[in-house]
């Protein structure tokens, strides 16, 4: 069965870095999301994109933060200065027609630690 | 405000019992869909039903049955003869029709002993 993979799926960096995170979402899925879990807690939406763009973002999505899809495969997620709060796990999720008419599916997560 | 609520926070069972999970959504909307996801030990998010609002049949694959209440804002799971395999953080996400997003419960951990 087709799978969204993500690497790597342990990522550790020092505050202040720049961490890519990196997704392949299902190959004919249209829709593709950055979700983010801070340890022991629930699962928050940051940001959805279809058609090239960003179609919705969360508060937590500031301008530290960034996506693209730069092929036809790959699909990113950027932090630009990492902060202590950012320590999680980010999953990324692709949706063949987005979530009135198909699921979300999850790649099995990067868990970022700053230092 | 879109909100959901799983008020069970930890569940204990011994294997073979019946277990079911509670959770109560608001919304404002007429159309939504309503979404169950299992997160085991390992971490994954895994994907078990998908339900739209127009369809209050309830819902049974093997041992998992969901039942849909539209009066009361309920889509509660239930687990039939649990196993030890069981054992996950489960989460209830509605999907409201002007959004993009799914919504996450805090989840219910159910631990499912021998």
């Known amino acids: 069965e087709p799978e969204v993979t993500q690497t790597p799926s342990h990522q550790v960096t020092q505050m202040g870095q720049e961490v890519i995170l990196r997704c392949v979402p299902i190959s004919n899925h249209l829709y593709f999301y950055w979700y983010r879990q801070i340890l022991g807690q629930k699962v928050e939406f940051l940001v959805s994109f279809y058609n090239n763009e960003i179609s919705e973002k969360s508060e937590i999505f500031d301008d530290q933060f960034s996506v693209e899809r730069p092929d036809g495969s790959n699909f990113t997620l950027k932090i630009r200065s990492t902060k202590l709060e950012d320590s999680a796990m980010y999953f990324c999720?692709?949706?063949?027609?987005?979530?009135?008419?198909?699921?979300?599916?999850f790649g099995n997560g990067t868990r970022l630690t700053v230092t | 405000a879109q909100k959901v609520t799983q008020a069970q926070t930890e569940i204990s069972v011994v294997e073979k019992e019946d277990v079911t999970l509670d959770c109560v959504y608001e919304?404002?909307?007429?159309?939504?869909?309503l979404f169950w996801y299992k997160q085991p030990p390992s971490g994954e998010l895994v994907f078990l039903i998908r339900?739209?609002?127009?369809?209050?049949q309830n819902e049974i694959s093997g041992r998992y049955s969901w039942n849909f209440q539209k009066s009361t804002s309920s889509f509660n799971f239930t687990i039939t003869a649990s196993q030890v395999v069981d054992s996950a953080v489960y989460f209830c996400?509605?999907?409201?029709?002007?959004?993009?997003?799914?919504?996450f419960g805090q989840g219910t951990t159910l631990q499912v002993k021998p």
């Open positions: 996400a509605p999907h409201m029709s002007n959004t993009g997003k799914l919504i």
């Open positions: 919304t404002r909307d007429t159309t939504y869909y």
């Open positions: 999720a692709s949706s063949e027609q987005g979530l009135n008419n198909s699921p979300l599916h």
């Open positions: 339900r739209n609002s127009f369809d209050e």
